[in-house]
Structures are given as C-alpha cells and as structure tokens.
Nanobody
Framework: QVHLLESGGGLVQAGGSLRLSCAAN????????MGWFRQAPGKEREFVAA????????YYANSVKGRFTISRDNAKNTVYLQIDSLKPEDTAVYYC??????????????????WGQGTQVTVSS
C-alpha cells in the first residue's frame, strides 16, 4: 500500500522560507515522477513543480520559478520542495503526488496515481 506523507508546512512571514518534505512508503521513488501541487481556499488545485524520473527533467509553474526548488533523495525515498521568498499568494495546502508512468501531462493532477494528505502553508503579509 502506497502512502505519501507531507510535512514542513506552517505559518511564515512574507519573504521567509520553508522546506516541505514528502516521504513515500510502498513505492520506489527513483522510478516515479513526483509532483507538487497546491490548492488555495476557493480555488482549484494547481501544478507547482515536477521531477521526472525517466529524463531527470524538472519543471515549474511560471508563478514559482526562481523561488521554488524541487529535489529528491531516492535513498531516503523522499522528495522536497524548498520555498523561498514566500508571498501571501503562496498560501495554500501543498500536496505531493506520484506517478509511475511516462507522465507527459505532468501539470495535470489526473496524471498522478498517488497523493498525500497535504500540508498547510500560510504566509502572512
């Protein structure tokens, strides 16, 4: 049984940083595409970043480029999202997701097989 467990969220002032973690159990991270998504109150879930296992490519949403960094530690079966220069509009529940396929549509949440429960990030102005 696969479980993805996010952690690292919290309340931070604008301009601050957080590092989110997603620990994966029941799957071998090195052969999974890993994505981060977020959902703000009253809004749809949106793509944030993806780390592709086949190509090693990394992709970001335009809104987070230069501020967010996705990385993975396959030995620890954990993927990370470093979030710097936080803005109030980054406030959301952040989810990690995993897909074992080719994942050409990595920005679409229905491309992923497994999801974590989410971790809340709140940025105060």
């Amino acid at each position: 049984q696969v479980h993805l467990l996010e952690s690292g969220g919290g309340l931070v002032q604008a301009g601050g940083s957080l590092r989110l973690s997603c620990a994966a159990n029941g799957l071998t991270l090195r052969v999974y595409t890993m994505g981060w998504f977020r959902q703000a109150p009253g809004k749809e879930r949106e793509f944030v970043a993806a780390s592709m296992w086949r190509s090693g490519s990394i992709y970001y949403a335009n809104s987070v480029k230069g501020r967010f960094t996705i990385s993975r530690d396959n030995a620890k079966n954990t993927v990370y999202l470093q979030i710097d220069s936080l803005k109030p509009e980054d406030t959301a529940v952040y989810y990690c997701a995993a897909d074992s396929g080719y994942t050409p549509n990595y920005k679409q949440d229905d491309s992923y097989d497994y999801w974590g429960q989410g971790t809340q990030v709140t940025v105060s102005s």
